[in-house]
T-cell receptor, first 113, second 110 residues
């Protein structure tokens, strides 16, 4: 299996621009998680989906962030408009419902200038 | 917010020595997991211990859990240079959500 796939791996953008991060979970996994990792705040859960339905988005920092999962094999995390404080590494992870082990993608390093 | 706090924040040891990392958490849990993160990479699951277990082994890894003290430890025996990474504990509540600790940065000196 290819594991969790994220794209792009690196993104540099200017403040105010829209950013879209993409994730393909492991085939057969029905839970998907978006995390953000920074030096200051560590690893934070932003939102997670179960069977393509958002279950908990309490970690989404503000309305500038949105996430979708249109089907079982694809999810996006969008930031519009982006700000310098959004600079971080964003991870996507997937798991099988009923288990607690999560499989992480390689992450997207976002830099907002 | 962080549920777990790892201790120490950083640890450097000679190759071949044992490395011990500790994790403390605040609320009741269903399970506790340890993950490894190599520099610039995603997290990799190492081992899971359930709240009704006290100790678990996997290869060179040994994990203990003391629910009365809300703490866990990860022991890596006979360390290797490839063990250099950050190690995170993560607490699970049976609802798929995990809350990660702050991490211990382990450096193995060849």
């Amino acid at each position: 299996d290819a594991g969790v796939i994220q794209s792009p791996r690196h993104e540099v953008t200017e403040m105010g621009q829209e950013v879209t991060l993409r994730c393909k979970p492991i085939s057969g996994h029905n839970s998907l998680f978006w995390y953000r990792q920074t030096m200051m705040r560590g690893l934070e859960l932003l939102i997670y989906f179960n069977n393509n339905v958002p279950i908990d988005d309490s970690g989404m920092p503000e309305d500038r962030f949105s996430a979708k999962m249109p089907n079982a094999s694809f999810s996006t995390l969008k930031i519009q408009p982006s700000e310098p404080r959004d600079s971080a590494v964003y991870f996507c992870a997937s798991s099988t419902s009923g288990t607690d082990t999560q499989y992480f993608g390689p992450g997207t390093r976002l830099t907002v200038l | 917010s962080q549920q777990g706090e790892e201790d120490p924040q950083a640890l450097s040891i000679q190759e071949g020595e044992n490395a011990t990392m500790n994790c403390s958490y605040k609320t009741s849990i269903n399970n506790l997991q340890w993950y490894r993160q190599n520099s610039g990479r995603g997290l990799v699951h190492l081992i899971l211990i359930r709240s009704n277990e006290r100790e678990k082994h996997s290869g060179r890894l040994r994990v203990t859990l003391d629910t009365s003290k809300k703490s866990s430890s990860l022991l890596i025996t006979a360390s290797r240079a490839a063990d250099t990474a950050s190690y995170f504990c993560a607490t699970g509540f049976g609802n798929e959500k995990l809350t990660f600790g702050t991490g211990t940065r382990l450096t193995i000196i060849p």
